[in-house]
């Protein structure tokens, strides 16, 4: 671990860790490469509390795509850097990150491009165009998921009374799916919550009046074998694919959770809502870039996809236990951000996410936080995405 006094703040380069023994039970990334994580101690009050995020990054979602990611840093442990600075909700500074800063902090990387959750049991041949040779890749996200939990249990998880499973983007999706799992991991005495940071993926119709995100979830699902990763109650009334959308994951999920979320998340809104395929002519590109470029149509359909989002998390859905903080801004990481976790650009009225988080997980503050709609949150201003 390595302290740099960058302007002033406390940046924490945290060493990679690489788990080479994982590769004999096949918990392998996209490449073969072994699966690998970031994992700063923790201290006081801290020493047995755990923090497991799960990084993001997208998804693959066939065998080419998937080939193509198996030579980056998302898809192998070989082409990762060999620190991270851990950001927001990983920082050990108490300033950026009040309730969790000395908790033993790890950051399970990603490398599977199937939210930790695939398995094809035979290692998989690809032939890119313009190679002579066949690639072999895997898809062992589930093998990886339970390969750094049980070596995390060897470096004092097994001794926690507190842990909270959390993840941003693609692995906060991985922490909905996985947060019963986790909880039957460590010790039955230990209080264990989980925490989706832009997560909350919706099924819509894009402008281009297609469900196009909905179709390239089922091909994730498909490519990756994640069916059995999913509830089984909701896969044989939905099918598989509905099941891997949040809004259907947390009526299954029995531990406490919590979804944060812009409520005009920027990357739904570039990927879900208005994906270039339903854009040809680039009428949202001005608006993409500015809010207050977007005509009165446009900024109509992005208070409809908020109100979707609020359906989906409202009071009637969320079981006791479960709570949301739905931010009126163009946004992705809030908990995995330094610039929002705990300053006033995440703040509802004078509640920053980092605050309603740690209320949620130490006071079992339960409350929901909505905020009004756009344009009524200043504290947005001034932040880029
Ligand atoms: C790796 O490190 C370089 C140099 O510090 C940095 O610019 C880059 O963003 C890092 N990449 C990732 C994926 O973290
Ligand atoms: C799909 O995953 C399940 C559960 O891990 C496994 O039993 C099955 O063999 C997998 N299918 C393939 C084709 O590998
Ligand atoms: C919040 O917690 C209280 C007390 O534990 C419980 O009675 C209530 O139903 C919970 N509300 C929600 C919305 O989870
Ligand atoms: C701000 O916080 C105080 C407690 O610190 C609370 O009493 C007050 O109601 C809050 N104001 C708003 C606008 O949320």
């Known amino acids: 671990m390595l302290f740099c006094s960058q302007s002033g703040i406390g940046i924490v380069a945290v060493d990679l860790s690489l788990l080479p023994d994982a590769v004999e039970v096949g918990a392998v990334c996209l490449d073969g490469s072994p699966p ?11 020493v047995n509390h755990w923090l497991i995020h799960l990084e993001g990054g997208g998804w693959c979602e066939s065998k080419i795509s998937c080939a193509q990611r198996s030579m980056t840093y998302l898809g192998s442990s070989l082409k990762m850097n060999k620190s991270y600075d851990f950001p927001g909700i990983l920082s050990a500074s108490s300033k ?7 908790w033993n902090r790890v950051l ?10 695939g398995n094809i049991d035979a290692p998989v041949l690809v032939q890119l165009p313009g190679e002579s ?11 990886i998921w339970k390969a750094l939990v049980e070596h995390l249990l060897l470096l004092g998880m097994n001794l926690a009374e507190k842990a909270l499973l959390a993840g941003t983007s693609a692995g906060a999706l991985a922490s909905l799916i996985h947060c019963d799992s986790f909880r039957e991991f460590v010790p039955i005495q230990s209080e264990v919550k989980c925490l989706s940071d832009a997560g909350f993926f919706i099924d819509v119709v894009d402008v ?14 498909d490519t990756q074998n994640i069916t059995d990763a999913l509830p089984d109650t909701c896969t044989q009334r939905y099918g598989a694919s509905q099941c891997f959308f949040p809004a259907q994951l947390i009526r299954q999920i029995k531990s406490p ?19 270039s395929s339903a854009d040809p002519k680039g009428e949202w590109s001005l608006c993409k870039k500015n809010l207050m470029s977007c005509s009165t149509k446009q ?3 992005l208070q409809e996809f908020r109100k979707q989002l609020v359906e989906a998390l409202g009071p ?61 949150n200043t504290n947005c201003k001034g932040v880029l995405l």
């Open 36 to 46: 690998a994580y970031n994992f700063d101690k923790g201290s006081d009050t801290g």
């Open 96 to 102: 950026i990150n009040p309730y969790f800063y000395n």
């Open 133 to 143: 040779k066949a690639r072999t890749i895997y898809f062992r996200g589930e093998r």
């Open 208 to 221: 281009g009046g297609e469900r196009s995100f909905r179709r390239y979830f089922g091909n994730v699902v």
């Open 108 to 117: 399970l990387r990603y490398c599977d491009g199937g939210s930790f959750s």
């Open 316 to 376: 009637s859905t969320l079981p006791i236990g479960a709570s949301s903080f739905l931010l009126s801004c163009v946004y992705h990481n809030i908990a995995f951000d330094t610039r929002l976790w705990a300053t006033p650009s995440s703040q509802v009225g004078n509640k920053t996410a980092a605050v309603a988080v740690g209320e949620w997980y130490f006071e079992a503050n339960n409350k929901s936080t909505l905020d009004c709609p756009y344009p009524c």
């Open 299 to 301: 900024v109509a359909i």
């Open 257 to 275: 959770f919590f979804i944060l979320n812009a409520a005009y998340d920027s990357w739904q809104w570039n990927n879900v809502l208005v994906p």
